[in-house]
């Protein structure tokens, strides 16, 4: 009887931090495998360069060298992010930049037939080039992705 009830507290204190985890929405909706069916564009630009995405969000932004990008002011992260599966996609793009050390966290929210797209201010930041190119070294990875 003192076994059953001792049990009974335990899992009655453990349910709210179960419950404040979202293990449901994590064992439901979590699909890493819908990766493919997101496309994901990323590009470091100069001000007037954006102002002219937003002018022409259908365009495709050209990206500069690094020591083009390096004479500009302001230069800004952009990640262009457009759903081209049937589900409905949320989920964070972790986005490095060799010279930034953490990643950006870029919630997505698309179920869109355009770009979705989302701008980070890099200023005062020196862009490093990739190995063996003259274009920023940029990567991404999914660090949460969810269909439903």
């Known amino acids: 009887m003192k076994f059953w009830l001792l ?65 500009s002011d302001k230069n800004y992260f952009i990640v262009r992010v457009k759903n081209l599966g049937d589900l409905h996609a949320w989920g964070v793009l972790s986005c490095k930049a060799r010279t930034v050390h953490k990643p950006f966290k870029i919630p997505i929210i698309t179920i869109k037939d355009q770009f979705c797209d989302n701008i980070i201010c890099f200023s005062g930041v020196v862009i490093a080039e990739a190995t063996n190119s003259s274009y920023p070294d940029i990567t991404y990875e999914w660090s949460e992705l969810y269909t439903k």
Do not use: H
């Open 7 to 71: 049990t009974a507290s335990i899992l009655v204190a453990i349910v709210p931090f179960v419950l404040k985890a979202d293990l449901t929405k994590t064992l439901l909706f979590s699909n890493k495998g819908y990766a493919k069916q997101i496309e994901v564009k990323t590009y470091i630009l100069t001000q007037e360069q954006v102002a002219q995405l937003f002018k022409e969000p259908n365009k495709e932004p050209i990206q500069w060298t690094v020591n083009e990008l390096n004479k």
